[in-house]
């Protein structure tokens, strides 16, 4: 078993100190200099986002890129997110994760990471100019899609069920919230 290393007292992490970390298999995120850890999800969120996956990557323009988590986003030197999907421009990507705000960020909560995906996690890619984000909840099911509107997210689609929709933004995805999550297959 690896150590975790010993990080400085007395002033905010950054980007390094992150990267310093072995790869343990758990997912670290720093937030201000502060480091988050989230525990292994559940299948219901991994069904999820797989189905994401399959929904976003389909229709996908040439010149962006869908990814899962585990996917760095360095917003700033001490805020380094890690979204369970992601779309992004593929110049933005580097040998080590997306510099700067996706095009797309979607988190499917989970009972642990509800309140830091519904403020911590928004409230930074809204900062950061990140155009879209989706918060998916497999429990009820729903959708709701965010948009950035004069540097303030607003919702544009609040999907709920079986309840298909044609969303035309970031580009053209079908999808609803009960076929991400249905254990017998996309609807």
């Not at 962006?64 to 979204?83: F, G, H, K, N, R």
């Not at 988190?107 to 519904?118: G, I, N, W």
Request: charged share 25%.
């Amino acid at each position: 078993m690896e150590a975790v290393p010993a990080f400085p007292s007395g002033r905010p992490l950054t980007r390094a100190d992150l990267e310093s970390m072995p790869d343990d298999g758990h997912r670290f995120e720093l937030v201000d200099g502060v480091l988050l850890m989230s525990p292994s999800p559940r299948p219901v969120h991994q069904r999820a986002v797989a189905r994401l996956l399959a929904a976003l990557t389909r229709d996908c323009p040439a010149d962006l890129e869908v990814l899962p988590a585990p996917v760095d986003v360095v917003l700033a030197e001490d805020t380094v997110l890690i979204p369970d999907v992601i779309v992004g421009r593929r110049a933005d990507f580097t040998d080590r994760g997306l510099a700067g705000p996706p095009v797309l960020a979607v988190e499917v909560h989970s009972p642990s990471t509800r309140l830091v995906d519904l403020e911590l996690k928004r409230a930074r890619l809204q900062e950061a100019g990140c155009p879209h984000y989706w918060l998916v909840d497999p429990d009820i099911p729903t959708v709701r899609c965010l948009a950035l509107r004069d540097g303030r997210y607003v919702e544009t689609h609040s999907l709920a069920g079986e309840e298909f929709a044609e969303l035309a933004e970031p580009y053209p995805v079908r999808l609803s919230p009960d076929s991400l999550v249905n254990p017998y297959g996309i609807d």
